[in-house]
């Protein structure tokens, strides 16, 4: 049983100081977590980010959409269930992206499109937990 | 002060029983709400949307992309603190969508798209109470 849970919601972004300034100061938002590629906040139960489109496309394998991208993500309790979760996707009209592999910030993760192309990244990441009801918290490692 | 909060997050579909598939057998997630035209899905802290793809466009006061398309919603407390933010947004490097006005389903909403194209939609829903952290749970009216 898989936990009806978002655990991170990405943006594509071509310019990070024009993204922060509609985030924190048209929102009134203040990030947990910023470089020089991507922010992260915390919203209610999962956390948000806003990544360099170029880079998001590529940890997705996919080419980055003109009019900016999305990727959702869905984490799960251990490396484990990463492979058996994504098939059963891919066996539900699902379209693989990305074959789960460890990227180079950790973890473990891959990517499944839904039958209309949006992207859902199956990650387990150790460094942020998930609460009962599915909920993550940014933890910086 | 705004919540840092996501109320909805709405994808466009564009064949209602093909995303319910992938939803409901590939994740495994129950709906809390079905029609002919959209599914709601409680998730954690906000409610999740698949809506037929030119009826999210049509809401939107845009076109529906071709590879699918994904609406943010903010939510507020009332229909007073809709058009300020709104405004605010576009001062700070948001694209008005629509104005605000009242959809036949109820409440007040309008759309500004983030620097990158991302469709935020501001709302006031009388009937989906906001809690404290700002976490939006399905009310059917």
């Known amino acids: 049983m898989t936990r009806q ?3 991170v919601l990405t943006l594509g972004v071509a ?5 922060r300034r509609f985030y924190k100061e048209g ?4 990030p947990v977590f910023g470089n020089e590629e991507i922010d992260f906040y ?11 489109r170029d880079k998001l496309a590529e940890d997705m394998s996919r080419d980055a959409a003109p009019s900016g991208s999305v990727a ?3 984490n799960v309790g251990s490396e484990e269930e990463v492979a058996p979760l994504m098939d059963r996707l891919v066996a539900s009209g699902g379209r693989l992206l990305r074959a789960a592999d460890a990227p180079v910030h950790g973890g473990f993760r891959g990517y499944v499109a839904d039958p209309d192309g949006h992207a859902w990244e199956i ?8 609460d009962e ?3 993550v918290r940014f ?3």
């Open 72 to 74: 959702l993500a869905h």
């Open 123 to 130: 990650a387990h990441n150790p460094d942020w937990p998930i």
């Open 139 to 141: 933890e910086p490692a």
């Open 27 to 30: 929102f009134g938002w203040t």
């Open 42 to 52: 915390q919203l209610n139960g999962f956390v948000f980010g806003t990544w360099l």
């Open 133 to 135: 009801d599915g909920s």
């Open 5 to 7: 849970a978002l655990s």
């Open 15 to 19: 310019d990070l100081d024009r993204s």
